[in-house]
Antibody
Framework: QVQLVQSGAEVKKPGASVKVSCQAS????????INWVRQAPGQGLEWMAW????????NYAQSFQGRVTLTMATSTSTAYMELRRLRSDDTAVYYC???????????????WGQGTLVTVSS | QSALTQPASVSGSPGQSITISCTGT?????????VSWFQQHPGKAPQLVIY???KGPSGVSNRFSGSKSGNTASLTISGLQAEDEADYYC??????????FGGGTKVTVL
């Protein structure tokens, strides 16, 4: 069965960077894209970015341009999200989510990781 | 890209039907049929309940249905049950090859 397992909770200081991993299993990693979505405490969902498992192409939300980078390691079926210059309002649960159909960025998010809490505090 | 607009809360009695609206623009909902809805219980990851405006994933109750008219999408939950009490989010693909979410709607079963 499809599973996305994310790395553990992180505590970072303002200005630092964080890198969250999302290891996939149960399907061919290079066939599907991975999205990253975050949720601040008590708030709604916010889409951040998408990476193609096929060729590593990326799309980023304008609000995160220049501060977030998505990468992947096909050898370990793992996607990574790095967020730089952290601020207190970056405190959130970060989710990875796999597209429902292969390859296309417009595929909805059918499978989700368990979420990774990133806390930014001095 | 501005967030899609959802009502903050909707409530209904068991067995009733409720509808949640989600309003965007011609650059997202109005121009694309890639509209999805997610259910989220407290402390849990979101779960897809509707994709591509009106399609239900396997394993999801057929009490959930979706539709779209112009720049507004809607999610209807029929035969409301206690387990349907949760937050619901709409999302749409956009002209910029990005996704935009609604602010979320809290559904309360009276």
């Amino acid at each position: 069965q499809v599973q996305l397992v994310q790395s553990g909770a992180e505590v970072k200081k303002p200005g630092a960077s964080v890198k969250v991993s999302c290891q996939a299993s149960g399907y061919t990693f290079t066939t599907y894209g991975i999205n990253w979505v975050r949720q601040a405490p008590g708030q709604g969902l916010e889409w951040m970015a998408w990476i193609s498992g096929y060729n590593g192409n990326t799309n980023y939300a304008q609000s995160f341009q220049g501060r977030v980078t998505l990468t992947m390691a096909t050898s370990t079926s793992t996607a990574y999200m790095e967020l730089r210059r952290l601020r207190s309002d970056d405190t959130a649960v970060y989710y990875c989510a796999r597209g429902r159909v292969p390859l296309i960025p417009a595929a909805s998010f059918e499978y989700w990781g368990q979420g990774t809490l990133v806390t930014v505090s001095s | 890209q501005s967030a899609l607009t959802q009502p903050a809360s909707v409530s209904g009695s068991p067995g009733q039907s409720i509808t949640i609206s989600c309003t965007g623009t011609s650059s997202d909902i109005g121009g694309h049929d890639f509209v999805s809805w997610f259910q989220q219980h407290p402390g849990k990851a979101p779960q897809l309940v509707i994709y591509d405006v009106n399609k239900g994933p396997s394993g999801v109750s057929n009490r959930f249905s979706g539709s779209k008219s112009g720049n507004t999408a809607s999610l209807t939950i029929s035969g409301l049950q206690a387990e349907d009490e949760a937050d619901y989010y709409c999302t749409s693909h956009t002209d910029n090859i990005t996704w935009v979410f609604g602010g979320g709607t809290k559904v309360t079963v009276l």
